[in-house]
T-cell receptor, first 114, second 111 residues
């Protein structure tokens, strides 16, 4: 069973479109995250939710809207896609107040905006 | 200046070599230090975790933290081709806090 699963794995779309990425974790964790990894491998946090409540909201354009229907799911919707949004988006989860720094990452959703 | 600096490499070594990977950081408030390994087209996975200064060893891997120099290292002994991956350092100011990642160093171990 995959611990953190994201769909879709690949998205190719045109500028200006809207797209969503879904994430589910079956680890029973309370905290979920969205990270963005750019072409230079920089991994940067975008959002963090704890028990469906938004905890961290980095300086992310408001075209990005996360949504957590329950603590096992965290989705990311992106409006009006731009070229600079091309990246790999990782969902992750952890225990609340992790004690070993362990985040469990999904395999990533590779977004290409043309 | 980024909070966490890491040489992106790529670094290529022969099998059996000792590998040294490093990160420097600017925020003295960081207390929790981690190394993640990321295989191609996969998500990162935790490799080592250290709190504050000191060393930690796990098999062929040793993590070192020198808070006075704001410098952390990961050593891999007897490197194997299966160690070929990108290694990302990460750190946090407090337990449960936001992880700040380095850029990652791409390592290739040649048979």
């Amino acid at each position: 069973d995959t611990a953190v699963s994201q769909t879709p794995k690949y998205l190719v779309t045109q500028m200006g479109n809207d797209k969503s990425i879904k994430c589910e974790q079956n680890l029973g964790h309370d905290t979920m995250y969205w990270y963005k990894q750019d072409s230079k491998k920089f991994l940067k946090i975008m959002f963090s939710y704890n028990n469906k409540e938004l905890i961290i909201n980095e300086t992310v354009p408001n075209r990005f809207s996360p949504k957590s229907p329950d603590k096992a799911h965290l989705n990311l919707h992106i409006n009006s896609l731009e070229l600079g949004d091309s990246a790999v988006y990782f969902c992750a989860s952890s225990q609340e107040g992790w004690d070993t720094g362990e985040l469990f990452f999904g395999e990533g959703s590779r977004l290409t905006v043309l | 200046q980024k909070e966490v600096e890491q040489d992106p490499g790529p670094l290529s070594v022969p099998e059996g070599a000792i590998v040294s990977l490093n990160c420097t950081y600017s925020n003295s408030a960081f207390q929790y230090f981690m190394w993640y390994r990321q295989y191609s087209r996969k998500g990162p996975e935790l490799l080592m975790y250290t709190y504050s200064s000191g060393n930690k060893e796990d098999g062929r891997f040793t993590a070192q933290v020198d808070k006075s120099s704001k410098y952390i290292s990961l050593f891999i002994r007897d490197s194997q081709p299966s160690d070929s991956a990108t290694y990302l350092c990460a750190m946090s100011r407090y337990q449960g806090g936001k992880l700040i990642f380095g850029q990652g160093t791409e390592l290739s171990v040649k048979p």
